[in-house]
């Protein structure tokens, strides 16, 4: 029998960027939840929205199933639901209309309900769960289910009584992380991920986590679901989930999706000795800070556990930008880490952020020498999101309008005032992606030149790309000219 019927909010056609780019990633934190209620005695199913092709595919398991609790728990490890699109979030509101048509008690978890509760609550959900919320679960269906119906006393919740929003104390995070059981990995079809990423990437990627939280404060960063804390699973109980994960899909590839993976060098050497004394194979990649990376072993030892590819934080080449978004790192930090990670076969990939409040041209001309001096592995341009709960929100609240998500993760669109107009730094996303490519296909018409009879396919692709992104690079810094003029 179904009790609840797990669901989230991510429909990845409604994203066309990340459709094309065609690499997803399973709700890991939906599959979390699920195996928690699972192990407290409910029974579970789960509709997976990822590659359906509207909220009305949710009717047909909510009238077969019958499930007393709808829970729409979206994935607070993934960036993308981070975010809070609002092509998500209209899709969230359908769903929550269509169970509650059909009897459920509608349950949600996710950054922008825990943001906007109130928003939510008069879409027609039930309950709102702040913040981390399987305990909070927990707590609010036996609570109903015994038809207590004493909300005030469970935490970290929002919900509506005589018509008032009432918003419960936090909860204290989970420390216990190993505690937890394993992701419900039994309950999800991976056929269709799998097959989406070997048309795509040529190889299996899966996600998974191995902490909760990050205690750095870069003022621009939301932290709804897992806040400014670190909870660490021990490297056994990873290396475990690694095997199971193995066994059950045969990956080749894992991301990492902690905030901050392996802050601790000592973790990461123990993590290491374990991937090799269990003689897994496979590679993965992670996201760091690079002040953490330059710490003891930490590259060398992560070279040896299969990281091939490192996202970092780099945001600006501009020291004055890292200073005023509480970055904590320096510049000089970001060319060291990347150079120690090239020695050590490790691809360096950088997270850019253009139009922080108080960037210049000077600022942006910094962050263009540094990606091409240092020529990252892959580079992901975004422009300064405000979110809530952040100290930039507060800094430019005042200047957003009704406007403040974006629809979908390529809009790009600057929703504050800044030095230039937005239409310039949706035009410098694609400048920048255009010199970037046009500089990698120059790296490879040097590889067929030195090593010509050792080249492949796909390295003669790359570098006859020259011919397109040679022009293109060009029209592009023209358009980038003709926009360069202050904001009015």
């Known amino acids: 029998m179904t009790d609840i019927l797990f669901s989230h909010s991510y429909f990845l056609r409604f994203d066309p960027k990340q459709w094309a780019t065609g690499q997803p990633y399973a709700p890991l934190a939906t599959l979390y939840a699920a195996a928690f209620m699972r192990e407290s005695g409910y029974g579970v199913a789960l509709f997976d929205t990822m590659f359906a092709h509207q909220p009305e595919e949710i009717i047909a398991p ?4 019958t499930p007393r609790f709808f829970v729409l728990y979206d994935d607070g490890f993934n960036y993308l639901t981070k975010m809070c699109l609002t092509n998500m979030r209209e899709a969230a509101f359908k769903m929550i209309a269509y169970a509650k048509e059909r009897g459920c008690t509608v349950i949600v978890s996710s950054s922008d309900s825990t943001d906007r509760f109130e928003m939510y609550l008069n879409a027609g959900a039930d309950f709102i769960l702040m913040g981390e919320a ?62 989406m990423w070997q048309k795509h990437a040529g190889y299996f990627s899966l996600n998974m986590s191995t902490t909760r939280g990050c205690p750095f404060k870069c003022n621009w960063c939301a932290k709804p679901i897992y806040g400014n804390r670190y909870n660490v699973r021990s490297p ?31 973790w990461i050497r123990e993590f290491a000795d374990l991937v090799e004394e269990r003689q897994l194979q496979f590679s993965f990649k992670m996201q760091g800070r690079v002040d953490l990376l330059l710490k003891e072993n930490s590259i060398k030892n992560l070279a040896r556990a299969g990281c091939t590819n490192i996202w970092m934080g780099a945001e600006s080449g501009s020291q004055k930008i890292l200073d005023a978004m509480d970055k904590g790192t320096t510049v000089q930090q970001i060319y060291e880490a990347s150079m ?9 990939s950088f997270f850019i952020q253009f139009g922080y409040p108080g960037e210049t041209k000077e600022d942006i001309d910094l962050t263009l020498r540094m990606i091409n ?7 992901g341009v975004s422009v300064s999101y405000p979110l809530p709960g952040t100290v930039f929100f507060e800094k430019v609240k005042s200047q957003l309008s009704e406007k403040t998500n974006w629809t979908d993760s390529d809009e790009m669109a600057l929703m504050f005032r800044n030095t230039y107009q937005p239409a310039f730094y949706k035009q410098l996303h ?59």
């Open 62 to 65: 909510i009238e077969k199933m």
């Open 236 to 266: 056994q109980h990873v290396v475990n989930e690694l095997i199971l994960l193995k066994e059950k899909f045969s990956f080749d590839h894992i991301w990492f999706c902690d905030d901050i993976f392996g802050l601790n060098p000592g």
């Open 430 to 488: 694609s400048y920048v992606h255009k010199t970037y490519r046009k500089r990698q296909a120059f790296e490879h018409v040097k590889r067929v030149i030195m090593n010509p009879f050792k080249v492949n396919y796909r390295t003669i692709r790359k570098a006859l790309s020259w011919l397109y992104y040679l022009p293109a690079t060009f029209i592009d810094k023209k358009k980038l000219e003709q926009l360069q003029k202050p904001a009015a």
């Open 340 to 348: 120690l990670l090239k020695r050590n076969r490790i691809n360096p």
């Open 134 to 195: 399987e305990m909070t679960l927990l707590q609010l269906v036996d609570a109903l289910s015994s038809n207590n119906n004493d909300f005030f006393s469970i935490e970290g919740l929002a919900f509506k009584h005589n018509h008032a929003v009432v918003k419960t104390a936090r909860r204290p995070v989970m420390k216990e992380l190993d505690a937890l059981p394993l992701p419900a990995w039994d309950i999800i079809d991976m056929e269709p991920y799998k097959k």
């Open 373 to 379: 001096r240092l020529m990252p592995h892959e580079i």
